[in-house]
């Protein structure tokens, strides 16, 4: 989100929204262009009357409060009467080369009419239940790279604002919140006459756009080893060279105390009612205290202050705390630590060709340095492969099942690379170091995406997750929220073991009032003087 | 209706997985079905043919390298032969390679292409009327290709390359379309009620 309205800013990109014609029932459409230096993309927004029986956040839904694309280009009155045939049918409906994305958004109910009221009656929403939710509407799916007929990201990937990887996506969310505000708004006028009040602008800027995000995204962190690698690869080295300064100015350090200060208050604002995330934020907040107390005692005086900080971090602080803190040590140097974004989309495609000549021993030693951990696990044990990742019939919905429960396991995924490799591995002591894997393969093809996934680790280090994705204990959301987090999505709010909402571009100034001096530190919320 | 490239390619992973290929098989189908389309030969209509034709193994000779690669019964299927292939290109530099009954020879092309990218050399197969000369990345293709063929060559070359187009959509018949889809079908679950709420950990209202 950060790398989006950075470029938005400094590029000077212009907003406009050259359509608005939504009725008296909050029935209509809506476009929003964008402009940069050389091209322009418009979010055509559709909004609709959903009852209440209606609305789910699940890929099962076939209605919604709103629906989207992202039009390469400004849209024709054509363009707009062919995607109101289609946007609002979402996934049974198709789009065109000329679109980017898909996606739909549902209403937070309550805080939808309570907004609407209270503008109507001339008075601003109450803040507290506002931070509570955080949210007017939420997308429950953002849909791009050549989905239902999209353009692919293959042939827009070389355009400088959307070759790192969701730029898209993130620019449709963006416009997707301007929409939301002035829907709202329209509908309190609707209401409330005359009599009816406009949103304040730090009201309005403290809400962000919610989502639901189920588990069709785990896969994809599966799926895309190099991508994943590359984002990983891209913080290990933002944290590498902040831990390599051998000497904080007074200026790194105020700005470190500053972002420290108002993470506080982010973290005090994040509401979450699963048991897990309830405990998460409670170590957090304790945490944000340490730090606050090791700062106090211990300043920044030595040598390599980042680094003793995060050294002393690993022994003190929960895994929530020490996350919080690598990210929070960035925050100083933009000069060292921005660029890497430019390295984190994935040139190389994630089905790489097989080199058939690599020996047996070399393909040994690549196994075992991913998924060396996993050999010794018992994987008949049903704890050890109690799930089975499967792809329902109805919708075509990724889920995940009970592999000794539920009649599923012919219907595997391969979304288990350790027990996979596992296999791969055990197969191979048969062979002699010396012959190559292209024999192997010729007698056993069932270990060919193993072995291909093997071989890209040599490029992609951080490619695979260390854990067993199939375990009675998987906990989906985590893999979610790895995803998530590099999004730049706050307040991760499970609401079971497999699907979780989050809030994004809250705090951000709307495109209206973007600029080179708000574009950047928007996440971090503002403590009152 | 013209459907994008990784739409062909998503789709030609499952129909391949439900036809019973494995995963890294499947990968390989998928890979070489988009490969065709962008450039500009019909890779549905040959993956859909290819998934619902009977096919042989290659004899054990290949195994130990053999220059002919023929079928121990029924047709070869061009995934199987071309993937393996691909992965012995590191010993197809000098040394031409013969195929013998191949269904569906197109498919090949792309492992084609794979070997040109490894090895750096243009590749060419030929034979059954046709010509494809591919550096990796480009295709030349001269003749009609046919649905199978009885003796296709793999040998590198020095023939100049005259590149055929490339497409960012691919508009595959419908019959061909809906076969893939219907072949994709087999790798989802039929959903049962239960399957439905606990699979997907939903239950909880979304009116709030």
């Known amino acids: 989100m950060r790398v989006l309205l950075r470029r938005l800013a400094g590029e000077g990109w212009r907003f406009s929204r050259p359509k608005f014609e939504i009725d008296d029932a909050g029935v209509g459409y809506a476009v929003y262009t964008a402009t940069g230096p050389q091209r322009s993309y418009s979010l055509v927004a559709f909004a609709h009357d959903l009852p209440d029986d209606l609305r789910s956040d699940r890929v099962i839904a076939e209605a919604w409060d709103a629906t989207f694309a992202l039009f390469d280009g400004v849209p024709t009155d054509a363009d707009i009467e062919r995607l109101k045939q289609n946007v609002p049918l979402q996934e049974a409906g198709r789009i065109s080369e000329r679109e980017l994305s898909l996606s739909r958004a549902n209403r937070s109910v309550r805080l939808w009419d309570h907004v609407v009221s209270a503008l109507a009656k001339g008075h601003q929403p109450d803040t507290d239940m506002l931070d509570q939710v955080g949210y007017l509407m939420r997308t429950t799916a953002v849909y791009g790279s050549g989905k239902f007929g999209a353009a692919d990201r293959e042939t827009i990937c070389n355009r400088p604002e959307l070759s790192p990887p969701f730029q898209v996506e993130m620019l449709s969310v963006y416009l997707t919140r301007a929409f939301v505000r002035d829907l709202v708004q329209h509908m309190a006028r609707i209401k409330g006459g005359s009599a009816a009040t406009t949103l304040d602008q730090s009201i309005a800027q403290r809400l962000g756009l919610g989502n639901s995000t189920g588990l069709g995204m785990a896969p994809f962190v599966i799926n895309h080893p190099m991508l994943f690698n590359n984002w990983i690869m891209a913080r290990e080295e933002a944290i590498r060279r902040v831990r390599l300064i051998a000497r904080a100015t007074p200026d790194d350090i105020h700005l470190f105390k500053d972002r420290l200060k108002r993470s506080e208050l982010s973290v005090s604002r994040w509401v979450s009612q699963h048991p897990i995330q309830i405990k998460k934020i409670a170590s957090l907040t304790r945490d944000l205290d340490r730090v606050s107390g090791r700062i106090a005692q211990h300043g920044f005086h030595m040598e390599f202050p980042w680094d003793a900080l995060m050294v002393w971090a690993t022994s003190q602080l929960s895994m929530e705390g020490q996350e919080l803190l690598a990210s929070l040590i960035l925050e100083p140097y933009p000069d060292l630590v921005d660029p890497l974004a430019n390295c984190m989309a994935a040139a190389q495609s994630d089905v790489t060709s097989i080199d058939g000549a690599m020996t047996i021993a070399e393909m040994r030693h690549l196994l075992e340095n991913s998924f060396g951990w996993a050999f010794d696990l018992d994987w008949q044990s049903p704890q050890n492969c109690a799930r089975a990742w499967y792809v329902s019939e109805e919708k075509l919905e990724p889920r995940l099942g009970e592999r000794f429960e539920e009649p599923v396991a012919p219907y595997e995924q391969p979304l288990a690379p350790a027990r996979d490799a596992t296999s791969a591995f055990h197969d191979l002591k048969a062979w002699p170091d010396t012959s190559n894997i292209a024999e192997f393969l010729l007698e056993h093809p069932e270990h060919r995406h193993t072995v291909r996934r093997a071989q890209l680790s040599r490029a992609a280090p951080y490619g695979e997750i260390r854990d067993n994705t199939i375990s009675a204990d998987v906990l989906p959301i985590d893999m979610l929220r790895a995803k998530l987090s590099f999004f730049g999505a706050t307040h991760f709010d499970p609401r079971s073991d497999r699907w979780v909402r989050i809030c994004m571009f809250a705090g951000a100034p709307y495109p209206d009032h973007l600029s080179k001096a708000n574009a950047e530190d928007w996440v971090f919320p503002q403590v009152a003087q | ?208």
């Open chain 2, 1 to 208: 209706m013209t459907v994008s490239l990784n739409e062909v390619e998503a789709t030609a992973k499952k129909a391949a997985r439900g036809a019973g290929h494995t995963w890294g098989m499947a990968e390989e189908a998928a890979k070489a079905t988009r490969w065709l389309c962008r450039h500009g030969v019909d890779g549905c209509a040959a993956l859909a043919r290819l998934l619902t034709t009977e096919t042989g193994d290659i004899e054990q000779d290949a195994l130990k390298r053999a220059r002919v690669w023929r079928p121990v019964s029924a047709p070869l299927c061009p995934l199987n032969v071309g993937a393996s292939m691909a992965d012995l290109a590191h010993e197809l530099i000098d040394e031409p390679r013969q195929v013998g009954h191949v269904t569906c020879p197109s498919l090949l092309i792309p492992f084609a292409a794979d070997i040109a990218s490894k090895t750096g050399k243009t590749v060419a197969l030929s034979g059954a009327g046709f010509t494809a000369l591919t550096d990796g990345e480009t295709l030349n293709l001269v003749g009609q290709m046919p649905y199978q063929a009885d003796q296709l060559v793999f040998h590198t070359t020095a023939s100049p390359l005259r590149p055929n187009g490339v497409f960012s959509r691919s508009d595959p018949a419908k019959p061909d379309w809906a076969m893939l889809q219907e072949l994709a079908h087999r790798t989802y679950a039929p959903a049962t009620e239960a399957s439905r709420l606990k699979g997907a950990g939903a239950g909880m209202t979304d009116n709030d």
